[in-house]
T-cell receptor, first 111, second 112 residues
Framework: QKEVEQNSGPLSVPEGAIASLNCTYSDRVSQSFFWYRQYSGKSPELIMSIYSNGDKEDGRFTAQLNKASQYVSLLIRDSQPSDSATYLCAPRGTGRRALTFGSGTRLQVQP | DTGVSQDPRHKITKRGQNVTFRCDPISEHNRLYWYRQTLGQGPEFLTYFQNEAQLEKSRLLSDRFSAERPKGSFSTLEIQRTEQGDSAMYLC??????????FGSGTRLTVV
């Protein structure tokens, strides 16, 4: 089992729709979770962090965490073509100082 | 502060040669990380420094790889006797304690 699992996609949504990106992780004691956006040919960029169960909203982005289910998701409301990128999920396990990245979900927003 | 800086941006080398990459983190960040990324994959952890101490190294990292962070400032990653399988984007990131990372633009290595 991979430490972090993400559907590779592509996930295609029309402009203005909600994009839902999912991630499961194997380390039951992971304490903090990060979402990164990576445009083609560019390096990853931090967009959200979440530490507690529930939802965290920042602009058009909402991160959702369910530690019991070892599941974290990212919702993007009012999706724009500029949101087309690969989204990487990265939990940090207890006792680990480095993040473990999933392979990412490629999102395509159709104009 | 201009963010995390990596040099060079691109490196083409012949198989068997040694290469060295440099990373300058954000000045107030105490943690520095090296990752490697290949096409279609997420970044793969290589090693991590807190200040000048190398605290974690991936089990996947062969003895041909070595990293340093003298004086807790910039870091270098050296690959000895490069192989074609080393071709990848090498990413450096820095953070303040357990905050999320800021990545540099990366060094793209091509081994021919």
């Amino acid at each position: 089992q991979k430490e972090v699992e993400q559907n590779s996609g592509p996930l295609s949504v029309p402009e203005g729709a909600i994009a839902s990106l999912n991630c499961t992780y194997s380390d039951r004691v992971s304490q903090s979770f990060f979402w990164y956006r990576q445009y083609s040919g560019k390096s990853p960029e931090l967009i959200m962090s979440i530490y507690s169960n529930g939802d965290k909203e920042d602009g058009r982005f909402t991160a959702q965490l369910n530690k019991a289910s070892q599941y974290v998701s990212l919702l993007i409301r009012d999706s724009q073509p500029s949101d087309s990128a690969t989204y990487l999920c990265a939990p940090r396990g207890t006792g680990r100082r480095a993040l473990t990245f999933g392979s990412g979900t490629r999102l395509q927003v159709q104009p | 502060d201009t963010g995390v800086s990596q040099d060079p941006r691109h490196k083409i080398t012949k198989r068997g040669q040694n290469v060295t990459f440099r990373c300058d983190p954000i000045s107030e960040h105490n943690r520095l990380y090296w990752y490697r990324q290949t096409l279609g994959q997420g970044p793969e952890f290589l090693t991590y420094f807190q200040n000048e101490a190398q605290l974690e190294k991936s089990r996947l990292l062969s003895d041909r790889f070595s990293a340093e962070r003298p004086k807790g400032s910039f870091s270098t990653l050296e690959i000895q006797r490069t192989e074609q399988g080393d071709s990848a984007m090498y990413l450096c990131a820095s953070s303040l304690d357990v905050d999320g990372y800021t990545f540099g633009s990366g060094t793209r290595l091509t081994v021919v």
